[in-house]
């Protein structure tokens, strides 16, 4: 859950910035803005790279504790394509 604050405080620390560039329009508060939205983009990679790495060691082991998954059920083979039908002679006149 430490993850979580961190990303609350960044935001929080945010604000002020926000304000201060659409109601005031602050240029500098703008690039403080993008500034911290970027860091969030990157926090934001870091937790999903954390979050499925965690759920896919959590996934392998429990093959291993015993439980096991159903096998996905197959699909139905496709009907087989109809045939094209022969081409007709032309007509003798």
């Given at each position: 859950?430490?993850?979580?604050?961190?990303?609350?405080?960044?935001?929080?620390?945010?604000?002020?910035?926000?304000?201060?560039?659409?109601?005031?329009?602050n240029?500098?508060?703008?690039?403080?803005?993008?500034?911290?939205?970027?860091?969030?983009?990157?926090?934001?990679?870091?937790?999903?790279?954390?979050?499925?790495?965690?759920?896919?060691?959590?996934?392998?082991?429990?093959?291993?504790?015993?439980?096991?998954?159903?096998a996905?059920?197959?699909?139905?083979?496709?009907?087989?394509a109809?045939?094209?039908?022969?081409?007709?002679a032309?007509?003798?006149?």
């Open positions: 859950m430490n993850n979580f604050s961190k990303l609350k405080d960044l935001v929080m620390s945010l604000e002020d910035d926000f304000s201060k560039f659409y109601d005031k329009q240029a500098a508060a703008g690039t403080r803005v993008r500034k911290g939205m970027q860091e969030l983009k990157t926090m934001a990679q870091a937790f999903r790279t954390e979050v499925q790495n965690t759920k896919n060691a959590g996934a392998a082991a429990a093959p291993a504790a015993g439980a096991k998954k159903a996905p059920a197959k699909k139905a083979a496709p009907a087989a109809k045939a094209a039908p022969a081409k007709k032309p007509a003798k006149k």
